[in-house]
């Protein structure tokens, strides 16, 4: 058989004759495993010569600190995130804005356009499942970041607390506390804060129910109704609906239902913005916050 | 024997080639039983609770490792967009676990507490009205079917085979309480398991509808416990690297 012959003429040639590569590779092989993690040994194993060096910030001293430790890809990673080699840009540009305040960064344009293209990636993994990759949200479910509507107010250090703490809408269910002409009423009288409406009858009604002790809205909206940032109550003034779908409607008649629904149903445990802290760094949160900030409608 | 006879003989062949990759495989997978320091040190790993455990039958059920994996790798893109690499003492419960390397949406090691209960509630019954590019199908029949929860003791039982300190006697049970404090440890009594499940359920009502116990209920306790057992704040960024 020609196949054969091959593989006899190969065989031979390799084991018998010699063959360099073959040699050098079994010779590699035995230097790798002095090199490298390789043989387990008892309940051990050899750990290799080969070594890495990365710098850390030490947990007892909060001191920077180099450090020498056996090859693994642990260590590897180690040093990978602190090589400034590696993306020397990224490392500059972080301790910068580490350092600055935020009245800081956003004067400069170099580090702005640093957030612009950071931020995008990080608001892309964290935020966008909610709020939509360009921050444009759901209505009802997850506010718009990108008008001037804030609920919990578009100063950079509110947003810094807003993505540090997290934050739970609540508004109590007022189905049970008003009748249904109430509801009515009160929704009528929203309506006209926005000039959706004019005043009537009906919205006066209303208007006594929102500044009285029956409804008691003006305790979180305010008497003026332009919302209280410290609660998280929306502005009810401005044409910028966070929750109750007005703009969708057509008629006067679906968006007073709308409204009425809504202040039925109140707000419970149902809209949550999870606390970051725990999951990304002081800078990561400083980055999207200015990021969030210039998304436009910051204050 | 010389080599011509092993390469011109193919049943030889293959015992031969399946003796050697056994052994190489022996000498891989065995001592990680036996190295101490393959499951690292590290506080807070927990078996999930009945109601956790549940969610995560449904999970391998419904075929969730398909798409993703839950193993975060020590490299720097893994690092900087899902956080801290996996370690092995945190799928030390985990039978089978759930690494994988499929990874046609997001790792889910650490999902855990990212995202509220009602935006998972959402993201399963509907993934495209939260994610509108999202290619994740739609899981609305986890909302509407009740969570059977009938045969906990069976389902911790096997798993207590293999090792998951879930307790049947009252020693096991203190070794727990001991070793995870009694709040844990009643969660892990399988005696208590169908206490401890609609407990946890009530308090929590991860699938938003109270006073029903549905499979959404257990997958989201489920997915929100993920890869946040360990508080690695706790820890120097160097010590892990110690147990490799």
Redesign the interface.
Known sequence: MPG?AT??SI?TRC?VGGCGLFYASAVFAVLYWFIY?SW?VG???IKGFGTVN?A?????SGKEEE?E?RW???????E??GDAT?DPQRKEMLAKVQAASYDQIVKDPKMMEFVRSVGKGLFG??C???H?RGGQG?VG??PNLTDDDWLWGGGMDQIHETLVQGRRGFMPAFGAVLKPDQLDDVAEYVLTLSGETQPSAASERGQAIFQGQVGGCYYCHGADAKGLQSQGAANLTDKIWAIADVPAQKSVQDKKAAIKNFVAKGVN??????AWK??LSPTDIKLIAVYVHQLGGAQ | MR??HI??NSGLMIVLILLVISIGGL?EIV?LF????TVEKVDGVRPYTPLEMRGRDIYVREGCYLCHSQQIR???DE?L?Y?H?SLAAESQYDHPFQWGSKRTGPDLARVG???????HV??LKAPR????QSIMPNYPWLLETELDYSDLASRMGALRATGVPYSLTQQEYDANVSRFGKVVADQLDISQAQDSLMKQAHEK?FD?IPGQITEMEALVAYLQVLGTMVDF?K????Y???F?
């Open positions: 054969t593989c006899k065989t084991l993690p387990p309940d051990t194993w990365y850390v910030t030490d947990k007892a450090r430790y693994n890809t642990r260590a590897l990673l180690l990978d995130l590696n993994d964290n966008a499942a909610c939509g759901v479910m997850y445990n149902t809209r949550i913005m999870p725990d999951r | 080599h011509e390469e011109t000498v001592p036996y190295i101490n320091e020590p490299f720097r690092w967009r956080g690499y507490g990212k995202y509220s209960n009602q935006w959402q993201h009205s939260v994610v509108p009502d938003g704040t820890y120097d960024e160097g892990f690297t110690t490799r």
